[in-house]
Every structure is written in structure tokens, then in C-alpha cells.
């Protein structure tokens, strides 16, 4: 039975928590960073969870006991294989945010909703009812915001075709 390197453990531990800090700041510079310490950290553990080295599974005469799992490099290639894609994609968001940025900033910024959500003292519910939901009709024909009663329908739509006839003429 092999034992895991402390150091190695100790190494991966603050590999985690460094990279947790910097995701939690909202400079896409920093999430990146922190994405690509958390990934490499992963790997770290997947690494000290394979267990001791062996042979080769592939090529080689050794006994199935003394052959070392191939699952756990699987594992962390693919892994690598990820955090190489999302790092490309961080790096075309941060150059997108750099490029369109006024003060070349790459902070992410919030919009007045959030703002006026942040700065409210409660959120305004109003109770809506069922009585409430069936009057409400589910879409309109027309444009405008308000509702309309069928006979103001029916005379605007006898306007618009006298005006479709005198236009023919």
C-alpha cells in the first residue's frame, strides 16, 4: 500500500483555494486564472488518487497486479483537453471585453436593473389570481398596449376597408 505525498496534498489544497478566490472576483482576467488553477488542481487529485505506478497495460509480460491503470491518465488528458478549450474561450471573452471596453477595463459591469434590484428596500410582489389570469387575455391582434371592446373592433375594421376602397379608386 503507497501513501499519498503530503506535499503533493498541501500543494493541490492551495491550488483549490487560490483558484476559488480568484473566480470569485469579477475581472474576467482573474476568472481565468482562477479556472486554470482549479483545473490543474483537479488533474493534481486525479493524479494522487490513481495509486502507485506500474507497468504499462498495453506493451509488456506483467501480471494484471502489477500493471498501473490507464482510467486515471484518461482522465486527466481529457481533463487537460477541457481546460485548454474553456481557456481559449475566457481569452476570447476577455479580448472581445478589451476591445469594446471604453476605459479598457475588463471588469464586468452591472446594468441599471441590477442596480435598481441591489438598491431596493424589498422586491414588490403583486398577487396575481387566478379570477386575475383568465380575464387577462393571452395575446393581442392589435398593436397598441390597451385592450379593446369587440365593437370598437368591428368599426375599425369598417374604416380601414372604406379607406382600402376609396384608395383603389
Known amino acids: ?31 481565468l486564472l482562477g479556472f486554470l488553477l482549479v483545473g490543474n488542481a483537479t488533474n493534481l487529485l486525479i493524479f494522487l488518487m ?28 481529457t481533463a487537460i483537453v477541457i ?17 469594446l471596453a471604453q476605459d479598457r477595463d475588463d471588469t464586468v459591469q452591472d446594468d441599471e436593473t441590477d442596480l435598481e434590484l441591489a438598491t ?8 396575481v389570481t387566478d379570477e386575475d389570469l383568465a380575464e387577462t387575455p393571452e395575446f393581442s391582434d392589435d398593436d397598441s398596449d390597451e385592450p379593446e371592446d369587440s365593437d370598437n373592433r368591428t368599426e375599425r375594421a369598417a374604416a380601414e376597408s372604406s379607406v382600402e376602397g376609396s384608395e383603389q379608386r
Open 83 to 99: 481546460t485548454f478549450g474553456v481557456s481559449a474561450f475566457f481569452l476570447a471573452l476577455i479580448y472581445r471585453s478589451w476591445r
Open 120 to 127: 431596493a428596500d424589498e422586491l414588490s410582489v403583486d398577487e
Open 1 to 31: 500500500m503507497t501513501t499519498m505525498p503530503l506535499v503533493l496534498v498541501a500543494l493541490m489544497a492551495v491550488m483549490y483555494a487560490c483558484g476559488i478566490y480568484l473566480m470569485l472576483d469579477r475581472t474576467l482576467t482573474r476568472l
Open 50 to 77: 490513481s495509486g502507485s505506478f506500474g507497468a504499462a497495460p498495453i506493451v509488456g509480460e506483467a501480471s494484471a497486479e502489477d500493471m498501473s491503470d490507464p482510467l486515471p491518465q484518461a482522465f486527466i488528458l
